[in-house]
């Protein structure tokens, strides 16, 4: 009987065995377009299975698995059908669970391929050498526009931003009254019924102090520019991140030099940082040094199927790559814990999560 998996499951095998199949990848430009000059040799694979690691070396038509106990050659022709044929399942579904294609599930237990997503500690999918088998591979996550798209950054109730309530002084009755306006997520009509009694949200400081001492990490006032974001986000409905940064450097929120944010572009180079660094390992809940990590790259499979590859070796493709194409999202307020005001010694505070996700095009 066949198996069903999800489509983000679906998406990452899928681009797993297209590179094989391809024997090479295309060179990502920023605005998500991709020129045939600019394809990468894939020359193999690493990837961890169940049993230990194996390796998928591309050799002329062929595809060479090697692992402890596997020892194997196939056609790389019969990737490409296999490929084609979970392509054509996932595209042709509209739910998000989708059922093996005829033939997938035999294929893959031929190549000894038993999970559809690699087990790492690193948080890679897998890790590819470019060129030659003896280059060492850079471990790369994938992320598909097909399917539901994983979130670059999603902390939970860690990554929520502080607000404190300012102005009018809120009697009990009148918290209470906010904090049952209207549904669960309808965390801007309590802003705005705050803000009919007098009151304004001013950004306090990120919530978690882990998130708040890795936001640090790329600038010591990191934490209010990026509250500043979410606030907005939230109070004008602007999600995408290039336009949340345009409004910053109107709004200037650090009084810097005029000529530090028109020049150097500023705001610019600090978002792409924080994007950088969520991209390749940063966590809301886990310490960050801001050294190398393993994730070296994303993939990106966007709607047709064609595989873009963003890595390390063009950082400022990479990095235009995720400031064009990110935005802020809503994390599920009751699950998340943001949207009513508390109060803490005295004061009252609201908090607002912060989620960053890919746009879908």
Sequence with gaps: ????????????????????????????????????????????????????????????????IVGESVDKRFPRSRFTTVADKILSAIRQSSADEVESPDGVEEFLDEISLFDLEAKTEDRTDFSISFYAPSVPAKGFVVRSRIGRMIPLLDGGRTANMKYEL???????????????????????????????????????????????????????????????????MHMEGVTKVSE??????TVNPHKIKEELITKNGYYRHKIREFLMAAATGMRTAKIYRGRESAIKGLLMVDAEGLVRCYHDGRQDAFADFLFDNTRLEKGPVQKDKYGYIERENGLYYMKLNLKVGFIKR
């Design 1 to 64: 009987m066949a198996f069903s998996a999800t489509k983000r499951e679906w998406s990452e095998l899928y681009a797993f065995l297209r590179l094989l199949s391809d024997g090479f990848v295309c060179e990502g430009l920023p605005d998500l377009s991709c020129m045939d000059m600019e394809r990468i040799p894939v020359a193999g694979i690493k990837r961890e299975e169940h049993d230990g690691t194996r390796r998928y070396l591309v050799e002329d038509g062929d595809v060479h």
């Design 166 to 232: 300012v102005g009018a002084k809120l009697p009990t009755p009148a918290v209470s009254k906010v904090n049952n306006f209207g549904e669960e997520d309808d965390v801007l009509g309590r802003i705005l019924m705050a803000e009919r009694l007098g009151c304004s949200l001013k950004f306090v400081d990120a919530a978690d102090k882990i998130f708040r001492a890795n936001l640090c990490m790329i600038d010591l006032r990191f934490p209010r520019l990026l509250g500043e974001m979410v606030k907005t």
């Design 244 to 249: 949340l940064t345009s409004m910053l450097e």
